[in-house]
């Protein structure tokens, strides 16, 4: 974009911002628990895909979303759905 306000106006938009910060900007370093740490032990890392035991039908008619884990689903979803990640806290004493 070659007009200064036109570049101010896109750049103002919520989602036009968070895309450039969240995909324009290399990270430094992996994510938080790409990497073990030793006094958890390996059995604490969980592919949380694992774990899906279906998904409430409105997740299902959204196709960008449709059977991934997001990371507020913890508590966005409902129980039923995402009982297998508590169990799995429960079973491991916590954090």
């Known amino acids: 974009m070659i007009d200064t306000a036109a570049r101010s106006a896109e750049a103002a938009k919520f989602d ?3 895309d450039i910060l969240g995909g324009g900007i290399p990270a430094l370093s992996h994510a938080a628990g790409a ?10 890392n969980k592919d949380l ?3 899906e035991t279906g998904w ?8 960008r979303l449709n059977s ?3 990371h507020s689903d ?3 979803i409902a129980y ?16």
């Open 68 to 70: 991934r884990w997001l």
């Open 49 to 51: 895909m694992d774990m």
């Open 74 to 76: 913890f508590e966005e």
């Open 56 to 63: 409430p039908q409105a997740r299902l008619n959204i196709q």
């Open 35 to 44: 990497n073990l740490v030793a006094m958890f032990g390996e059995s604490r």
């Open 80 to 95: 039923p759905f995402v009982h297998s990640l508590y169990d799995n806290i429960v079973n491991l004493g916590g954090f």
């Open 16 to 18: 036009v911002r968070a």
